[in-house]
T-cell receptor, first 112, second 116 residues
Framework: DAGITQSPRHKVTETGTPVTLRCHQT?????MYWYRQDPGHGLRLIHY???????DKGEVSDGYSVSRSKTEDFLLTLESATSSQTSVYFC???????????FGDGTRLSIL | AQKITQTQPGMFVQEKEAVTLDCTYD???????LFWYKQPSSGEMIFLIY??????QNATEGRYSLNFQKARKSANLVISASQLGDSAMYFC?????????????FGKGTKLTVNP
């Protein structure tokens, strides 16, 4: 298994609270990604990183921010969570173009 | 317009038979890659197979093969000799361009059920 750890695995929180999800990798891969998965939508890219402190927006970035201060950690933050952000969040890592991304086990986030 | 279309929300197949899961894509970039992932009920995303736009031959990985028809912009996944453990969601995804990032666009998935 690719060395990817997502934490927490499950979280329930209230609307308006800040939430941070962590993705940790032990593969020393350059690229890291955050996706969300919702019924009927497949996976959609939120943000990605192509190096330490280098990040960019994906398809559904509104309401999310990210940070990458070390190669191994990629944080996803919901500054003020809303019910529409209830979802399953996946982190992925990728070595280089043409190589498949490998995914973490996901974080199930419920915002009440 | 959707970049990846999976037209089969659900598919059923008998154990030991072959099944084809459809995927069509839309891109004007000559350089792209196509991936298939499996998501069992436990939730993890498992990489199955990859096809590059310049690859001359269809990709194969064990019981999985990719029927790549470039002119039709289709990249169908063929699973031979289906097993009960193949029951899962299957996602087709595309990477565009040769850029440094490997951003993927996913289809909505096909739920495959293998019957004994």
């Amino acid at each position: 298994d690719a060395g990817i750890t997502q934490s927490p695995r499950h979280k329930v929180t209230e609307t308006g609270t800040p939430v941070t999800l962590r993705c940790h990798q032990t593969e020393n891969h350059r690229y890291m990604y955050w996706y969300r998965q919702d019924p009927g939508h497949g996976l959609r890219l939120i943000h990605y990183s192509y190096g330490v402190k280098d990040t960019d927006k994906g398809e559904v970035s509104d309401g999310y921010s990210v940070s990458r201060s070390k190669t191994e950690d990629f944080l996803l933050t919901l500054e003020s969570a809303t019910s529409s952000q209830t979802s399953v969040y996946f982190c992925a890592i990728g070595p280089q173009v043409g190589q498949p991304q490998h995914f973490g086990d996901g974080t199930r986030l419920s915002i009440l | 317009a959707q970049k990846i279309t999976q037209t089969q929300p659900g598919m059923f197949v008998q154990e030991k038979e072959a099944v084809t899961l459809d995927c069509t894509y839309d891109t004007s970039d000559p350089s792209y890659g196509l991936f298939w992932y499996k998501q069992p009920s436990s939730g993890e995303m498992i990489f199955l197979i990859y096809q590059g736009s310049y690859d001359q031959q269809n990709a194969t990985e064990g019981r999985y093969s990719l029927n790549f028809q470039k002119a039709r912009k289709s990249a169908n996944l063929v699973i031979s000799a289906s097993q009960l453990g193949d029951s899962a969601m299957y996602f087709c995804a595309m990477r565009e361009g040769r850029g440094g990032s490997e951003k993927l666009v996913f289809g909505k998935g096909t739920k495959l059920t293998v019957n004994p």
